[in-house]
């Protein structure tokens, strides 16, 4: 029991933020994360290389998401697949300024996914290969979901209503 | 090549010094191509904002790592089921494995028991008693006596007939059980041959061949269902001898 807790708890916060951009809210965050501990210490023989504990408990929280989602599916999707792959500017760059609330607000309107590899790109510090190995496909099939994924929330952003906000190095100066 | 090709490594390429080889192409292109190094620019800077807010804006309850950890300390480890099943089987197998040897070794010790307390009896009654109760040279007619008084079956053994020296016969308490007797010689050396049923004496299947036992040569064993041991003054080169001629061993 000793060894679990050394070995997982001290990746405990970078999980829950990461919950926290999948799920959309604090409460589902916190269950997701406690659902995943329990399947940790169920399975925690399992784990050969405690060295790779992190990318094991991301695996572990993907898939966790991924079934949550589908079981429940409360959240309004954009079709990426109908995004033509063109120049428009607004899909290749992200806008000058945008709020807090719309990076959430594009981020959970995207496919499970799209939105899993882009989190795990952002929030885990994982390189494309281990977020491959952490989501079993090639890593190809990583990069391309993260530029759609990008695509689709430059997109969002872009065409957001709410007053903008411009983020300089994640402090918030309003304009 | 043509920034057109590269959208999606321009996209994803995790900064401006990377030299991980999947992006190698990328590194050279903005070498070359100020308009996309200037993107990229742009977008990393982007891209750090955001992920920036984003770690910002998901502040960690207070109460969670102690939640956590007591959800976990009250559910006990589950061990793979293949691991389990082994587990079991292999200590199955292993009590198995150790009380099959255990038990064959204390029944090995048991019969050396009974078979040295066997010989040690038949000595004893061998030097008591030299003479028969019923004399004959006939050993079946000593095997029919025999049969009478003790009232069950006493055959001729082969080794009998094979001595040629027969003298009589008498019946005797060997140890708790009555046993048949023949008198008779090896060589001219005084020797008794005992019958008795072997499981009285817990020696069923056992052998002793002709050995030297308390300056006497000794032999057990079996022969129809009869067990007999043989006490004689012979040495036990012509005892042997004799066994080999009946093909008793």
Redesign the interface.
Request: proline content about 5%; charged content about 25%.
């Given at each position: 029991?000793a060894r679990?807790?050394e070995i997982t708890?001290p990746h405990?916060?970078a999980l829950?933020?990461m919950a926290?951009?999948l799920a959309g809210t604090?409460d589902n965050?916190?269950d997701m994360?406690?659902e995943v501990?329990?399947k940790?210490?169920?399975?925690?023989?399992?784990l050969k290389e405690y060295k790779k504990c992190k990318s094991w408990l991301c695996s572990i929280l993907y898939r966790h998401f991924v079934d949550e989602y589908r079981r429940r599916k409360p959240y309004v999707e954009v079709d990426i697949n109908n995004i033509p792959?063109n120049?428009k500017p607004e899909e290749?760059?992200?806008p000058e300024h945008f709020k807090?609330e719309d990076?959430?607000r594009s981020l959970n309107k995207l496919d499970p996914k799209y939105r899993v590899p882009l989190?795990a790109h952002?929030?885990s510090g994982e390189?494309?290969q281990e977020i491959a190995e952490s989501l079993d496909i090639p890593?190809g099939t990583v990069?391309?979901r993260?530029?759609r994924a990008?695509?689709a929330m430059r997109k969002e952003l872009a065409s957001a209503t709410t007053p903008p906000l411009k983020?300089?190095?994640?402090a918030k100066n309003e304009m | 090549m043509r920034c057109e090709n590269l959208k999606i490594e321009l996209d994803t390429v995790p900064s401006l010094e990377t030299n991980d080889p999947y992006f190698a192409g990328v590194a050279s292109h903005i070498q070359t191509c100020d308009i996309c190094r200037a993107k990229l620019i742009k977008r990393l800077e982007a891209e750090r904002s955001i992920k920036i807010a984003l770690d910002t804006m998901a502040p960690v309850p207070e109460t969670l790592v102690s939640s956590v950890i007591n959800n976990t300390k009250t559910l006990r480890p589950v061990k793979s089921r293949w691991r389990k099943w082994s587990a079991i089987a292999a200590s199955f197998l292993l009590v198995v494995g150790l009380s099959a040897s255990s038990y064959s070794y204390w029944a090995h010790l048991q019969t050396q028991s009974a078979l040295k307390r066997l010989c040690a009896i038949s000595i004893k009654n061998h030097e008591m008693h030299s003479e028969p109760d019923f004399i004959s040279v006939n050993a079946e007619q000593i095997a029919t006596w025999l049969s009478k008084r003790l009232d069950r079956v006493v055959r001729v053994p082969e080794f009998i007939l094979a001595s040629s020296a027969v003298e009589g016969g008498r019946r005797c308490a060997l140890g708790k059980y009555a046993a048949g007797v023949f008198h008779f010689e090896i060589g001219g050396k005084r020797s008794t041959l005992f019958s008795f049923y072997p499981q009285q004496f817990n020696v069923e299947g056992a052998v002793v061949p002709p050995k030297l036992d308390m300056g006497y040569t000794v032999a057990v064993w079996s022969e129809d269902g009869l067990g007999y041991s043989l006490v004689s003054e012979a040495p036990p080169d012509k005892v042997k001898a004799l066994f080999v001629k009946a093909k008793v061993i």
């Amino acid at each position: 029991m000793a060894r679990f807790e050394e070995i997982t708890i001290p990746h405990v916060e970078a999980l829950y933020k990461m919950a926290y951009h999948l799920a959309g809210t604090r409460d589902n965050a916190e269950d997701m994360v406690q659902e995943v501990y329990l399947k940790a210490r169920k399975s925690f023989h399992t784990l050969k290389e405690y060295k790779k504990c992190k990318s094991w408990l991301c695996s572990i929280l993907y898939r966790h998401f991924v079934d949550e989602y589908r079981r429940r599916k409360p959240y309004v999707e954009v079709d990426i697949n109908n995004i033509p792959d063109n120049d428009k500017p607004e899909e290749n760059d992200w806008p000058e300024h945008f709020k807090f609330e719309d990076i959430s607000r594009s981020l959970n309107k995207l496919d499970p996914k799209y939105r899993v590899p882009l989190v795990a790109h952002f929030l885990s510090g994982e390189s494309y290969q281990e977020i491959a190995e952490s989501l079993d496909i090639p890593m190809g099939t990583v990069m391309s979901r993260i530029h759609r994924a990008k695509k689709a929330m430059r997109k969002e952003l872009a065409s957001a209503t709410t007053p903008p906000l411009k983020i300089v190095n994640g402090a918030k100066n309003e304009m | 090549m043509r920034c057109e090709n590269l959208k999606i490594e321009l996209d994803t390429v995790p900064s401006l010094e990377t030299n991980d080889p999947y992006f190698a192409g990328v590194a050279s292109h903005i070498q070359t191509c100020d308009i996309c190094r200037a993107k990229l620019i742009k977008r990393l800077e982007a891209e750090r904002s955001i992920k920036i807010a984003l770690d910002t804006m998901a502040p960690v309850p207070e109460t969670l790592v102690s939640s956590v950890i007591n959800n976990t300390k009250t559910l006990r480890p589950v061990k793979s089921r293949w691991r389990k099943w082994s587990a079991i089987a292999a200590s199955f197998l292993l009590v198995v494995g150790l009380s099959a040897s255990s038990y064959s070794y204390w029944a090995h010790l048991q019969t050396q028991s009974a078979l040295k307390r066997l010989c040690a009896i038949s000595i004893k009654n061998h030097e008591m008693h030299s003479e028969p109760d019923f004399i004959s040279v006939n050993a079946e007619q000593i095997a029919t006596w025999l049969s009478k008084r003790l009232d069950r079956v006493v055959r001729v053994p082969e080794f009998i007939l094979a001595s040629s020296a027969v003298e009589g016969g008498r019946r005797c308490a060997l140890g708790k059980y009555a046993a048949g007797v023949f008198h008779f010689e090896i060589g001219g050396k005084r020797s008794t041959l005992f019958s008795f049923y072997p499981q009285q004496f817990n020696v069923e299947g056992a052998v002793v061949p002709p050995k030297l036992d308390m300056g006497y040569t000794v032999a057990v064993w079996s022969e129809d269902g009869l067990g007999y041991s043989l006490v004689s003054e012979a040495p036990p080169d012509k005892v042997k001898a004799l066994f080999v001629k009946a093909k008793v061993i």
